[in-house]
């Protein structure tokens, strides 16, 4: 039985979090923080903002993709090169329980805010670090973005098709890992603060996040190099598993596999070839795997008989997993993509559209945030500094 909503503060609630990440991966922690409860402050830097605000085209607002995971944090502008803005940043720290950045190698050092200058203000910090390789790696020193790490972690070599160059994959899977594997070790610290009363230096890098990704592809390699395969197109990375593929219908394409023995069945009963079911050489995946062509083609003569929907209820109904292939334009006007909700629509204060993203995580204690509006560049600087003033000269006047 599980219990009903309730209002009660959510988990981190009470949680203070500075955002000086980028782009992706440093600001997707501090979002999902932030749909667990934290205040997020974006810390960026005056007149342009981070470099994916600051890609706005002239005259227009913030760029959607900015949009989609910066909403509900309030926005400071500080030149942190400036000893002022410095100061008030060091002020900020003090009341911190989260820092997240993930600037290139050596540039919280060189502005002073690494994590032994800010520990040593703040021993209750906690400082969380994306970079592109750990730190003990001999790549530590070198700058990396997604398609960098693709690029290095193998998964571009992956993908693809055996006739082509290796592709990189659409979405930014190694930013948006990176920082979902942030976010747990910063929740991961908060529990231990709880405990311990200390920070630390909570360190994750792109590609030992992207790794595991590709644990079909080192199980093959590791198991038997001389027969592992790279690029496999749609078919599973190991070659182990059939049928494994998209296949085309009469009005688009599905995606359909098959991992277990009753799957395999409840699809050869469906495709009226009980020989196949039947037959002992395919009664396990390694069997399937050496038919893969020919089992592939009984699919897709299947498929290319039906629409896309009408299949999919048909092998949803013999238990056979599988799902529509949909572009992106589909996605976003899909029904289900907002009903989650994942992606919210926002009318600023000022009247313009955004549009953002919900949080994957759901709580069975707490509703889904409402939609959350995004700060202009420095909206919140006279609040959030002011009120730094105004504490230190209570500070000062009560000595």
């Known amino acids: 039985m599980t219990s009903e909503p309730s209002s009660a503060a959510r988990p981190l609630h009470g949680i203070n979090v500075l955002d000086l990440g980028q782009v992706y991966g440093g600001p997707y922690c501090a979002h999902l923080l932030l749909h667990l409860g934290a205040s997020v402050i974006k810390v960026e830097s005056p007149g342009r903002g981070e470099p994916l605000r600051a890609n706005r085209a002239a005259g227009a607002g913030d760029p959607v993709g900015f949009q989609l995971i910066n909403g509900g944090k309030s926005s400071v502008a500080l030149d942190l090169k400036s000893k002022e803005s410095h100061d008030e940043f060091l002020a900020l720290v003090r009341s911190a329980d989260v820092l997240i950045e993930n600037f290139a190698p050596g540039t919280a050092l060189s502005l002073g805010i690494d994590y032994e200058t800010l520990h040593a203000i703040n021993p209750r910090l906690i400082y969380a670090t994306l ?65 311990t009363g200390r920070g630390q230096h909570v ?107 009408s299949a999919i209820a048909l092998l949803q109904g013999a238990g056979v997993p599988c799902a529509q292939l949909k572009t992106v334009l589909q996605v976003v006007d899909d029904e289900s993509t907002r009903a989650v909700p994942m992606l919210r629509h926002v009318v600023n204060d000022d009247g313009t559209d955004s549009y953002t993203f919900g949080s994957p995580v759901r709580l069975s204690e707490h509703e889904p945030l409402e939609p959350l509006a995004v700060s202009t560049l420095g909206e919140q600087n006279e609040q959030v500094l002011s009120a730094l003033h105004s504490s230190s000269r209570g500070s000062h006047d009560g000595r």
């Not at 700058?143 to 690029?151: C, E, P, S, Y």
Request: glycine share 8%.
């Open 203 to 309: 360190d994750v890098s792109l590609q030992d996040a992207v790794l595991p990704t590709l644990t079909s592809n080192f199980a093959a390699w590791l198991t038997n190099p001389d027969s592992a395969f790279e690029r496999t197109g749609n078919r599973h990375g190991g070659m182990r598993e059939s049928p494994y593929n998209v296949y085309a219908t009469n009005d688009g394409w599905i995606a359909i596999l098959c991992i277990s023995e009753p799957q395999w069945r409840g699809l050869c009963e469906l495709l009226d070839r009980l020989d196949l079911r039947d037959d002992p050489t395919l009664a396990t995946n390694h069997g399937r795997a050496l038919r893969m062509l020919e089992i592939d083609d009984v699919v897709s003569d299947w498929t290319r008989r039906h629409d896309s929907v």
């Open 131 to 195: 970079k592109a390789y750990s730190a003990d790696s001999p790549n530590a020193q070198l700058r990396g973005m997604d398609l960098t790490v693709q690029a290095s972690s193998g998964v571009m070599s992956v993908n693809g098709f055996p006739d082509g160059p290796p592709v990189r994959c659409g979405p930014s899977l190694v930013d948006f890992l990176g920082g979902t594997h942030l976010a747990l070790g910063v929740t991961a610290a908060l529990l231990e603060r709880s405990i």
